[in-house]
């Protein structure tokens, strides 16, 4: 009996660690948090880029603002989407910024609707979705933001000002 009672309290020595089991366990839920907390910063991403797209809105309309106060009419329209035009007129108010998806600004005129707009392209019908919750009405055909995921107006800048053409 002392025997017995020696061996059901004795430890086998020599063998420590986890099983294959408990291991797949543990890299299951690691993998499961994993991609919970993924999901999380994709989504934390798209409203982030959404909210810069917004604030580059707002600033490039107080530049655009100023050019007006300083030269009594608004810059010159580049037709060709290249951020040359841009770049040149914004020098010494601003520096023109790339979209938060990796395309161009783009001063314009005369398109949907607007007299004057900032044009993005390429950004999703998702995010255009949602910059314009953020900045208007919600409705991409009406309001201060129209268009769709191939290219969004933006519009709110004074549109009552006359236009002076350069080209």
């Not at 690691?30 to 959404?50: E, I």
């Not at 841009?86 to 910024?97: F, G, I, N, S, T």
């Not at 007299?115 to 019908?125: C, D, E, V």
């Not at 919600?138 to 009552?160: F, S």
């Amino acid at each position: 009996m002392a025997h017995l009672a020696a061996k059901k309290g004795h430890r086998r020595e020599g063998r420590s660690g986890f099983t294959l089991i408990e291991l797949l366990v543990v890299i299951a839920i690691l993998g499961l948090l994993a991609s919970v907390v993924f999901a999380s910063l994709n989504s934390a991403r798209k409203k982030a880029r959404v909210a810069r797209a917004a604030a580059d809105l707002r600033e490039i309309t107080k530049v655009l603002m100023f050019y007006y106060d300083d030269h009594n009419n608004y810059p010159c329209f580049d037709h060709n989407w290249s951020d040359t035009r841009e770049r040149q007129w914004a020098a010494p108010y601003y520096r023109w910024p790339k979209t938060p998806w990796g395309t161009e600004y783009h001063w314009e005129h005369g398109q949907r609707g607007f007299a004057y707009s900032i044009s993005l392209r390429a950004i999703g019908q998702e995010a255009a979705q949602a910059l314009d919750r953020m900045m208007d009405d919600g409705n991409l055909a009406t309001g201060v933001i129209r268009g769709d995921g191939n290219r969004l107006e933006y519009g709110g800048m004074d549109q009552t000002l006359p236009s002076t053409h350069c080209h």
